[in-house]
């Protein structure tokens, strides 16, 4: 089934004509904009994409080569319909290109940013020298209205404030806070500088200790996965700790759903050959047994987790999730890296590794009369759940109601 929805999906795309805009709204016109394309296609707005990784600003979430397989697998399962909204000056080049697409078969349709939860930040691509201010960006979710009069309304979830040196444009229009805010640090001087920043000296040695009693298990090791086996590995592993860990939490299992397995190892093989795979998986690993594996995307300044699992087996009381951390801290400052981030949401071991926080915002516009109303419920209910995220009682409230309803009187989280 899930076959057939794909197949139906990429049919659909290809056939899709490209929309153009009749006239330019008078806002985008003043601020440079000639020309505004609506494509359905990712191979037809491929090359004005691939002009902005070139020069521009953009989350590495929001690389091609992730969208397009996000797009392909979980997507089409989903039913999402494309719609890449594109600006370009007189002269044809590309200013902008939002990944945004709707689901078809919802009632109520709401545009949002293509990659659902498995990007943690929305940002791009943009040229980092154009600016087309808030009358202008207003203009622009009104001309996707006129051309797509069947859409609702937009949400544009974790919109970091500002990326790479440049602002967030959208900070322009009405917002509001995420619930949640993104974690980070900057990695400057070398890997045991870093690390000394970041971790304490007691902290350091706990976890000194632990690798200690790890390294006497046959075969341990850390590692990147550099082949096909190694993927199919990793990311084996990954599901079954990960499906096991999130029930025991009384957590949706993200992962689980259909076409996701097949987006993220088809994101794990793309340009490994080359040693520069979409999503890198690093691992700590025995005969026999994955200890802990963390996966992200890179643009080469940025490292940005995405997903990570640590084993079901006894082993698990030595922390080779945080051993593993230490090693990825190690990792990009050796290759460079300026940034190092650990997503979005609220973990303990975060606090350990991250000493700053990006900032996120949501933006919502309603455009139908029923998305008027759909919009200010879900931004209403937004602003709740990050009001319960910033009260510890509330918190500690809310995690054990989700324990009850999954019968688990523990919350089953890994310890430092």
């Given at each position: 089934?899930?076959?057939?929805?794909?197949?139906?999906?990429?049919?659909?795309?290809?056939e899709?004509?490209?929309?153009?805009?009749?006239?330019?709204?008078?806002?985008?016109?003043?601020?440079?904009?000639?020309?505004?394309?609506?494509?359905?296609?990712?191979?037809?707005?491929?090359?004005?994409?691939?002009?902005?990784?070139?020069?521009?600003?953009?989350?590495?979430?929001?690389?091609f080569?992730?969208?397009?397989?996000?797009?392909?697998?979980?997507?089409?399962a989903?039913s999402?319909?494309?719609?890449?909204?594109?600006?370009?000056d007189?002269?044809?080049?590309?200013l902008?290109?939002?990944?945004?697409?709707?689901?078809t078969?919802?009632?109520?349709?709401?545009?949002?940013?293509?990659?659902?939860?498995?990007?943690?930040?929305?940002?791009?691509?943009w040229?980092?020298?154009?600016?087309?201010?808030?009358?202008?960006?207003?203009?622009?979710?009104?001309?996707?209205?006129?051309?797509?009069?069947?859409?609702?309304?937009?949400?544009?979830?974790?919109q970091?404030?500002?990326?790479?040196?440049?602002?967030?444009?959208?900070?322009?229009?009405?917002?509001?806070?995420?619930?949640?805010?993104?974690?980070?640090?900057?990695?400057?001087?070398?890997?045991?500088?870093?690390?000394?920043?970041?971790?304490?000296?007691?902290?350091?040695?706990?976890?000194?200790?632990?690798?200690?009693?790890?390294?006497?298990?046959?075969?341990?090791?850390?590692?990147?996965?550099?082949?096909?086996?190694?993927?199919?590995?990793?990311?084996?592993?990954?599901l079954?700790?990960?499906?096991?860990?999130?029930?025991?939490?009384?957590?949706?299992?993200?992962?689980?759903?259909?076409?996701?397995?097949?987006?993220?190892?088809?994101?794990?093989?793309?340009?490994?050959?080359?040693?520069?795979?979409?999503?890198?998986?690093?691992a700590?690993?025995?005969?026999?047994?994955?200890?802990?594996?963390?996966?992200?995307?890179?643009?080469?300044?940025?490292?940005?987790?995405?997903?990570?699992?640590?084993?079901?087996?006894?082993?698990?009381?030595?922390?080779?999730?945080?051993?593993?951390l230490?090693?990825?801290?190690?990792?990009?400052?050796?290759?460079?890296?300026?940034?190092?981030?650990?997503?979005?949401?609220?973990?303990?071991y975060?606090?350990?590794?991250?000493?700053?926080?990006?900032?996120?915002?949501?933006?919502?516009?309603?455009?139908?009369?029923?998305?008027?109303?759909?919009?200010?419920?879900?931004?209403?209910?937004?602003?709740?759940?990050?009001?319960?995220?910033?009260?510890p009682?509330?918190?500690?409230?809310?995690?054990?109601?989700?324990?009850?309803?999954?019968?688990?009187?523990?919350?089953?989280?890994?310890?430092?």
């Amino acid at each position: 089934m899930v076959a057939q929805t794909m197949a139906y999906a990429r049919q659909r795309a290809a056939e899709a004509p490209i929309l153009t805009a009749p006239s330019m709204p008078r806002p985008l016109a003043a601020s440079g904009v000639h020309r505004l394309e609506l494509f359905s296609d990712f191979a037809a707005a491929e090359p004005h994409w691939r002009a902005l990784e070139a020069n521009g600003v953009y989350t590495p979430y929001q690389r091609f080569d992730w969208m397009d397989a996000w797009q392909n697998n979980a997507g089409a399962a989903e039913s999402v319909s494309p719609l890449l909204l594109a600006s370009f000056d007189r002269a044809g080049h590309p200013l902008f290109l939002l990944p945004l697409g709707y689901v078809t078969s919802e009632r109520c349709k709401i545009v949002r940013f293509l990659g659902g939860k498995h990007a943690n930040y929305n940002f791009g691509p943009w040229r980092r020298d154009f600016s087309c201010g808030a009358a202008g960006l207003r203009a622009l979710i009104d001309w996707l209205y006129h051309v797509q009069p069947e859409l609702d309304g937009v949400e544009l979830l974790s919109q970091p404030e500002s990326w790479d040196g440049m602002q967030n444009p959208f900070l322009a229009l009405p917002h509001q806070p995420s619930p949640s805010d993104g974690y980070k640090s900057a990695i400057e001087g070398s890997a045991d500088e870093v690390l000394v920043r970041l971790l304490s000296n007691s902290m350091r040695g706990r976890i000194r200790n632990k690798e200690r009693r790890l390294q006497k298990l046959p075969g341990y090791r850390y590692t990147r996965a550099a082949t096909e086996a190694d993927v199919d590995r990793y990311l084996a592993a990954f599901l079954e700790q990960k499906a096991a860990r999130l029930k025991a939490q009384g957590i949706e299992n993200v992962f689980a759903e259909p076409g996701v397995a097949e987006f993220l190892r088809e994101c794990c093989l793309i340009g490994q050959p080359e040693g520069k795979p979409v999503i890198e998986m690093h691992a700590l690993e025995c005969d026999g047994d994955v200890l802990a594996m963390f996966a992200g995307v890179s643009d080469g300044r940025y490292f940005s987790s995405m997903f990570n699992s640590y084993t079901l087996s006894d082993n698990a009381r030595f922390s080779p999730g945080l051993v593993l951390l230490v090693h990825l801290v190690r990792n990009c400052a050796e290759r460079g890296i300026k940034i190092f981030d650990l997503g979005v949401g609220e973990a303990e071991y975060k606090k350990y590794f991250c000493d700053s926080r990006e900032i996120l915002f949501d933006s919502y516009f309603g455009l139908s009369t029923r998305g008027q109303a759909y919009v200010a419920a879900i931004s209403a209910g937004a602003a709740i759940k990050r009001w319960i995220k910033r009260s510890p009682a509330l918190m500690r409230l809310a995690l054990a109601a989700r324990r009850l309803r999954a019968g688990k009187p523990e919350s089953g989280g890994e310890t430092a």
